[in-house]
């Protein structure tokens, strides 16, 4: 088959390079994976089953089901954010959103600020269409500064992405990083998408600071979803709250892409899934956070600790995150070397989204490699 340019674009190499060493393993310890490992909650798979057996199985409007867009902007306008989310578009997920995002906003050679390490869609996303990723690198500490910032602009940046908590480090930005993030997009004219997937699964007194918060609203855009909340990654439930040209943009491509997120997925999160109380399911993770941090500092590894999400990504010993992972991998831990999410490759990522069992199992294994690794 002959391909279009743009499919050379998306480069899975890494990832599947990890699957393809994972793929004889007998009962590995998985601390690979980027998804919560509980179900969805029973109410919102009701509300789902409900939604389907009373026939609400057709497509819905473009941009979703009234009542749901307009509960998610009223969420928005409670958390004093009303004049960013002027309207909402639902999405085929969180990745949909980012999708069609990029796609309304960029032109190719248009230039894309993110932090390195990123989430792994912004870099290839952005490629696909055209637009050049500009890293912004924030080794060792992943914290946002000017200098950064200041560091990968230039005069064809178009767009700052934000991802706090972060996906692969875990980083939670503080209120002061991101208004210096804020101050220097609005300075530079750069449209801030924020991408607020990991919002509730925060363990810090103060919660989550809105990376949208502090830039121009006419140029401020979130993408949040349901995935990594109530763990409806499957059902592809997602949104972007945004600027009223925007949205209507992205309707429109939505109308000739993917139509709408799916019915009953929309149906259950209006009925429960955006009202799920997610203080225990924080709790949990609280834990395991502070038990993988503290093992691996123990241990002495390296490592920062995470602020949100289910991540955290320390530095290999010996410095080469892919020799690491392969070694980790012949010991039976599934684990993702950092150059998935990073032009360097001198980190690795952990999810502890696995039972307490798993990580102490995980840390046994991450011991045994340390005390193997030539200094
Ligand atoms: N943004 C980030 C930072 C993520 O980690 C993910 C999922 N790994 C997504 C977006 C996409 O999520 P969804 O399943 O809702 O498309």
Redesign the pocket.
């Known amino acids: 088959m002959q391909f279009a340019q743009r499919r050379h674009q998306i480069d899975s190499s890494g990832i599947r390079r990890i699957f393809d060493l994972a793929a004889n393993l007998k009962d590995p310890c998985n601390l690979s994976i ?1 998804l919560p490992d509980y179900d969805v909650p029973d109410v919102v798979k009701e509300a789902a089953i409900d939604a389907i057996l009373h026939g609400k199985n057709r497509y819905t409007l473009t941009a979703g089901i009234p009542a749901l867009r307009q509960k998610i902007k009223a969420m928005y306008d409670a958390r004093g954010q009303a004049a960013v989310a002027q309207d909402v578009i639902v999405t085929s ?4 959103a ?1 999708f069609l995002v990029l796609l309304a906003l960029l032109d190719p050679g248009d230039e894309v600020m993110m932090a390195d390490p990123f ?1 792994v ?1 912004y870099k290839h996303l952005s490629n696909f269409i055209g637009a050049v990723p500009r890293m912004v690198d924030t080794y060792p500490d992943f914290r946002l500064t000017r200098e950064r910032l200041e560091a990968a602009w230039t005069p064809r940046c178009k767009m700052l992405i934000l ?1 706090s908590p972060n ?1 692969p480090t875990g980083r939670l930005y503080t209120r002061e990083e991101l208004e210096e993030a804020g101050r220097f997009a609005d300075e530079k004219g750069l449209v801030v998408l924020s ?1 607020e ?2 919002e509730h699964l925060v363990y810090e007194d103060g919660g989550c600071v809105s990376g949208a918060a502090f830039s121009d609203p006419a140029r401020t855009v979130i993408v949040s ?1 349901l ?2 909340s109530v763990a409806m ?1 499957g059902w592809r439930l ?1 949104w972007c709250a945004g600027p009223k040209d925007l949205i209507k943009a992205m309707s429109e491509i939505q109308q000739y892409s993917f139509v709408c997120a799916p019915a009953p997925a929309q149906e259950a999160a209006l009925a429960a899934g955006m009202d799920f109380d997610m203080a225990e399911i924080r709790q949990l993770y609280a834990r395991r956070r502070d038990l993988i941090y503290r093992g691996l500092t123990e241990l002495g590894y390296d490592v920062e600790r995470p602020g949100g999400a289910f991540y955290i990504f320390p530095k290999a010993p010996g410095g080469d995150g892919d020799a690491f992972v392969e070694r980790a991998i012949e010991n039976n831990l599934l684990i993702v070397p950092g150059s998935v999410f990073s032009e360097r490759r001198s980190h690795f990522r952990i999810s502890f989204a696995a039972s307490e069992r798993q990580l102490e199992r995980g840390l046994e294994i991450l011991s045994g490699l340390l005390a193997k690794t030539p200094a």
Request: hydrophobic share 20%.
């Open positions: 980027g997920g969180t990745s949909g980012l989430f869609m991802n996906n991408d997937i990991y979803g995935s990594k990654t997602g």
